[in-house]
């Protein structure tokens, strides 16, 4: 059973919105794809394992804070190991974190 996530809007770093304009780039999540989303201003990222219409299924591999890079084992009550969904419109390109 997957857990229920309220996925945060990607925004600017929407995949979708990125490829707008280049659909024959658009990288379509497939069985085995790392993907991600944006929960509770982290990066999440999730192994794809089922499609069903515009949704990936799969584990969350990682969460990763889209300030400050750092990793966390879980956050909220998301962690890593649970198994979620993510729509394809909720899908977020990596996040721009600044260097140290």
Do not use: Q
């Not at 280049?22 to 999440?44: C, Q």
């Not at 993510?86 to 260097?99: I, K, W």
């Amino acid at each position: 059973m997957h857990k229920h996530v309220e996925w945060d809007d990607p925004g600017a770093d929407s995949v979708e919105k990125y490829f707008a304009d280049k659909p024959d780039e658009y990288p379509t999540a497939h069985i085995g794809s790392i993907i991600a989303g944006r929960y509770h201003g982290y990066s999440v990222r999730v192994r794809v394992e089922a499609r069903v219409d515009d949704v990936s299924i799969g584990d969350v591999v990682a969460l990763i804070s889209v300030r400050s890079g750092e990793r966390t084992r879980n956050t909220g009550e998301l962690a890593i190991g649970d198994t979620v969904r993510l729509p394809d419109n909720l899908r977020a390109l990596a996040p721009r974190v600044a260097s140290k």
